[in-house]
C-alpha cells in the first residue's frame, strides 16, 4: 500500500488539526501538510475535504479580502469540529497502539520502538 493510500483515509483528521490552532485558507493548510509530509497530489486536492468538513458541520467558513485585495475564504474549526477531532483522535491513537502490538508480537528483541 502507498504512502499516499494511508494518508488520504486520515486527511480529514489532519486538517481539523490544523485548524484547531487557528483559521486558515485551503493553499496555506496544503503547505502546512507538506511539513510533515503530507502532501496532496495538487492544489485542487484540499477543497473536496474543506468542502465535506463544512458539510458535516464541523468548519465554517467566511470571506476576508487581503491586503493585495484578493477574496479569500477562511476555515475555522468550531465545537463540532472539535468535538470530532478529539473523537478521530483517540480512534488514531487506539487503532496505532493495537497494530503496534500485532506488530511486535512477530519481532525478536526490541526492534520496533
Same mark, same amino acid.
Given at each position: 500500500m502507498e504512502r499516499t493510500s494511508l494518508i488520504k483515509g486520515h486527511l480529514e483528521m489532519c486538517v481539523l488539526s490544523i #485548524?484547531?490552532?487557528g483559521k486558515s485558507y !485551503? =493553499?496555506?493548510m496544503m503547505k502546512e501538510l507538506e511539513k =510533515?509530509? #503530507?502532501k496532496l497530489k495538487g492544489v485542487g486536492s484540499i477543497y473536496p475535504i474543506l468542502t @465535506?468538513? @463544512?458539510d458535516q458541520g464541523w468548519v465554517h467558513t =467566511?470571506? +476576508?479580502v487581503t491586503n493585495n485585495g484578493k477574496m479569500r475564504v477562511y476555515y475555522e474549526i468550531n +465545537? @463540532? !469540529?472539535e468535538l470530532y477531532l478529539q473523537k478521530k483522535i483517540n480512534e488514531? #491513537? +487506539?487503532l496505532q497502539n493495537d497494530i503496534k502490538s500485532l506488530l511486535q508480537c512477530g519481532l525478536k528483541g526490541d526492534q520496533l520502538k
Open positions: #485548524l484547531s490552532r !485551503g =493553499y496555506e =510533515y509530509n #503530507l @465535506k468538513l @463544512k =467566511y470571506r +476576508e +465545537e @463540532k !469540529g488514531w #491513537l +487506539e
